[in-house]
């Protein structure tokens, strides 16, 4: 069956320090990439996504991803981090299935920020 | 432009009975997906709606059905409900034209007594 893995459920860090949120996923076939947050009250939103062509990704608010096949690998990373992106980060694979598309969410990696 | 809208936003229910969660998708979309996020985890598909009918459909009990309107709008029932069922029900719509990116409404809380 195929699976998404987030390594990190929580990471506290200070305010400048750099992010990166590990992302992996089973799943041989074709796929598509999201890093979705949900600020705290808020609903999800998109932060990146990737489909095709250049596997470094670049989304809102500093954030970026790399996308490397052979790893199975779509990992988040910001080199400075603030207090504003204390939020929940997920990591999606859209996997075609059945001649559809159903992305498949990793648990969240929690991310507090100190000021 | 609304986004995805769902109501209502907190229901209390207790086990055995019957709820129907409502979602509008954001304009253009054409594809419904619902998603149940229980505390602490990532979102797990239920199933998504094309055309008004069910075009795919994630690892849950026949208790879970759904409904596509020709508005797009849609409907999502749970029967005989259990305690488990109670979390964080998302509805999220797409389109093929937009590569099928997910926009998330803000979800209803259901909470099974």
């Given at each position: 069956a195929q699976s998404v893995s987030q390594h990190n459920h929580h990471v506290i860090l200070s305010e400048a320090a750099s992010l990166e949120l590990g992302c992996n996923y089973s799943y041989g076939g074709t796929v598509n990439l999201f890093w979705y947050v949900q600020y705290p009250g808020q609903h999800l939103q998109l932060l990146l996504k990737y489909?095709?062509?250049?596997?470094l990704v670049k989304g809102i608010k500093g954030f970026e991803a790399e996308f490397i096949k052979s790893k199975f690998s779509f990992n988040l990373r910001k080199p400075s981090v603030q207090w504003s992106d204390t939020a929940e980060y997920f990591c999606a694979v859209g996997m075609i299935s059945g001649g559809s598309y159903i992305p498949t969410f990793g648990r969240g990696t929690s991310l507090i920020v100190h000021p | 432009d609304a986004g995805v809208t769902q109501s209502p936003t907190h229901l209390i229910k207790t086990r055995g009975q019957q709820v129907t969660l409502r979602c509008s998708p954001k304009s253009g979309h054409d594809t419904v997906s619902w998603y149940q996020q229980a505390l602490g985890q990532g979102p797990q598909f239920i199933f998504q709606y094309y055309e008004e009918e069910e075009r795919q459909r994630g690892n849950?009990?026949?208790?879970f059905s759904g409904h596509q309107f020709p508005n797009y709008s849609s409907e999502l029932n749970v029967n005989?409900?259990?305690?488990?069922?109670s979390a964080l029900y998302l509805c999220a719509s797409s389109s093929d034209r937009e590569g099928n990116e997910q926009f998330f409404g803000p979800g209803t809380r259901l909470t099974v007594l």
């Open positions: 489909f095709s062509g250049d596997p | 849950f009990p026949d208790r005989a409900l259990l305690l488990g069922d």
